[in-house]
């Protein structure tokens, strides 16, 4: 006669086995996801910043040229030059003068084509010209690592906000960060702002540019 109670054991000493394994997986993988993530977000602060830096130093190459920082309004400073594009719709005002003046030539900034995953245009408007290094008329701006279009503040716009779209349907208000003292960084030439991780823009996650 077969010995069922036998083989009745070893299916179930294959089940306990099983159950096992998978709460080892289940603690791994509670350990392990968080990490992972952590290691995620932090590349995309990395990214973001590494963007900014970039940005900064175009900034520098236009004032060499120009002797002021990249305007925050879309608006030439001197009185005898005149816009070619179209007129400002208040939404991402800022980062879309910066591409804009950055984008004249090599010479006024530099050629940003190569962040084709970073421009976008979340407020879907129109420059009216092509930008002549980035040869679209569409006016776009440069998104962080989450997708969130960038906050610039030029010189003379550090106290003002501004206006920047989420999305088609969903805006936000952006600030220029302070520091510990009261006074923004970038005082005297600019400052590039990041919402960060959470999205919003005044919060402790923030990224800016420069860090002084």
Request: proline letters at 4%.
């Amino acid at each position: 006669m077969a010995d069922h109670g036998h083989g009745d054991r070893a299916r179930g000493f294959t089940l306990i086995e099983l159950l096992i394994v998978i709460t080892i997986l289940a603690g791994l993988m509670a350990v392990l996801l968080p990490n992972l993530w952590g290691v995620s977000e932090s590349t995309k602060e990395t990214t973001t910043e590494t963007t900014m830096l970039r940005l900064e130093s175009g900034c520098r190459t236009f004032a060499d040229k120009h002797g002021y920082f990249p305007p925050d309004d879309l608006r030439w400073p001197e009185p005898e030059k005149k816009a070619q594009w179209k007129s400002d719709n208040g939404q991402n005002t800022g980062i879309e003068s910066l591409v804009c003046f950055l984008s004249q030539s090599r010479q006024d900034g530099q050629d940003l084509g190569d962040l084709t995953n970073q421009l976008v245009n979340t407020d879907k408007d129109d420059h009216g010209v092509d930008l002549p290094l980035l040869k679209r008329k569409d006016r776009v701006e440069i998104a962080d690592a989450w997708g969130t279009p960038l906050a610039y503040f030029g010189k003379f716009g550090l106290d003002r906000q501004q206006t920047i779209a989420i999305d088609e349907n969903e805006t936000t208000v952006a600030k220029a960060k302070k520091r510990d003292d009261g006074r923004v960084f970038g005082e005297g030439r600019g400052q590039l702002l990041s919402a960060g991780r959470d999205r919003i823009f005044g919060t402790a996650d923030d990224l800016v540019s420069p860090k002084n």
